[in-house]
């Protein structure tokens, strides 16, 4: 992305990138400008100390961060940051992501991560409630949100209808 990053995507290890395809095109479909990275609470410890610090004056509103397993990764930024962190638990062996989810779901009181559920549905998610956050500042992006949801009804509506003309024919 040329364009200053709104919201920087860190993940914890390669083997997450491509759950977070679906969090990066929901991005993009927002026009949102953003930045991945990778790095880990564990093996890189300084760098996403040093990058969690470095967000808020680089321009950066929200964070998303998925983490698997001792899904550490957006507690640690959190701890570093005031900025809005979300997380995304990854599905591992062999507990499928259950203990990501409770790793970064199970904060303590005074510093907060927005846990979403794990996997894609969650890198889907993050994506939106970033889009969410950055949207209360921005009239316009709150009315592209509105028009995603109302698009998104319309097809389940469509469904609907299709699935009643099928039963009643
Ligand atoms: C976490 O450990 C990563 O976020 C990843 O989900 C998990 C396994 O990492 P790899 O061993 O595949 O690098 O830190």
């Known amino acids: 992305m040329t364009e200053k990053a709104l919201v920087a ?7 997450d990138l491509a759950v977070l395809e679906d969090c990066f095109s929901t991005l993009k479909e927002f026009g949102i400008p953003f930045t991945g990275r990778i790095m880990s609470a564990h093996r890189t410890p300084d760098i996403a100390a040093e990058f969690a610090k ?12 998925a983490a698997g397993m001792a899904a550490h990764l957006a507690g640690v930024v959190a701890g570093h940051t005031t900025l809005p962190v979300i997380g995304i638990p990854m599905i591992c ?7 990501s989810l409770l790793s970064m779901v199970q904060m303590p009181p005074g510093i907060p991560v927005a846990t979403v559920t794990t996997g894609k549905p969650g890198a889907k998610n993050a994506a939106l409630l970033a889009v969410s956050i950055l949207a209360l500042a921005d009239k316009d992006l709150s009315g592209k949100l509105k028009e995603f949801r ?3 009804a319309k097809k389940v509506s469509e469904a609907d209808v299709e699935l009643q003309n099928k039963l009643n024919a």
């Open 54 to 65: 470095s967000c808020e004056k680089n321009g950066i509103k929200v964070i998303i961060c």
């Open 150 to 152: 109302r698009a998104q």
């Open 9 to 15: 995507v860190i993940m914890g290890s390669k083997s």
């Open 93 to 99: 062996e062999p507990f499928n992501g259950l203990d």
